[in-house]
């Protein structure tokens, strides 16, 4: 299948850094991408669309300047975590459609356990 | 309102048994029905997906059924084994792609 490559897989930062994660279709374009957030032991929840060459659409409840995601080109999405504090600590996985072929797929990134301290 | 309803939301078998993880929706418009599975500190892998137009796909250990008139849909593991045990999740998507999961079911396969 298809593959969507997540950068860092996991990042220890300090309170008010900021952290990038990157995340890459290899092979395929992906004029939209998804960013979520997983507790342990809990679902995927949605936080942002991200749609190459526009901005990005949140979810509700989702800081939109604490989340910054930008989509420069059809194979490459970075959220950045902005001041980030330990509450931000979590997993984060993107995903990527695979429009080509029918039906569309989607693919998930490795994921990226962020440690605030 | 939750798209797709799945169960159980954890689930235990023995080695060789047959978990059944099943799913729920409501919208007529949805077309394609994936399923994901995802161990702990990694990305969800698809694993297994179904149109609507069969009833039932089969994919080595891993089956879907799908009921079109019941709107229901479910993952059955033929032979579990302990590298059986992981989160599964199933999804839905129509044609304006957007994706709609369950809440995930964790499966743990005891030797």
């Known amino acids: 299948g298809a593959v969507v490559s997540q950068h860092p897989s996991w990042v220890i930062c300090k309170s008010g850094t900021s952290v990038k994660i990157e995340c890459r279709s290899l092979?395929?374009?992906?004029?939209?991408m998804f960013w979520y957030r997983q507790f342990p032991k809990q679902s995927l929840m949605l936080m942002a669309t991200s749609n190459e060459g526009s901005k990005a659409t949140y979810e509700q409840g989702v800081e939109k300047d604490k989340f910054l995601i930008n989509h420069a080109s059809l194979t490459l999405s970075t959220l950045t975590v902005t001041s980030a504090h330990p509450e931000d600590s979590s997993f984060y996985i993107c995903?990527?459609?695979?429009?080509?072929?029918?039906?569309?797929?989607?693919?998930f990134g490795s994921g990226t356990q962020l440690s605030v301290l | 309102q939750q798209q797709v309803k799945q169960s159980p939301q954890s689930l235990i078998v023995q080695k060789g048994g047959i978990p059944i993880i099943n799913c729920a929706y409501e919208n007529t418009a949805f077309d394609y029905f994936p399923w994901y599975q995802q161990f702990p500190g990694k990305g969800p892998a698809l694993l297994i997906a179904?149109?609507?137009?069969?009833s039932e796909k089969k994919e080595g250990r891993f089956t879907i059924s799908f009921n079109k008139s019941a709107k229901q849909f479910s993952l059955h593991i033929m032979d579990s084994q302990p590298g059986d045990s992981a989160t599964y999740f199933c999804a839905a998507s129509m044609r304006n792609n957007q994706f709609y999961f369950g809440t995930g079911t964790s499966l743990t396969v005891i030797p």
């Open positions: 995903s990527a459609r695979d429009r080509t072929g029918a039906p569309v797929k989607l693919f």
């Open positions: 092979d395929f374009q992906a004029t939209t």
């Open positions: 179904i149109r609507p137009d069969v």
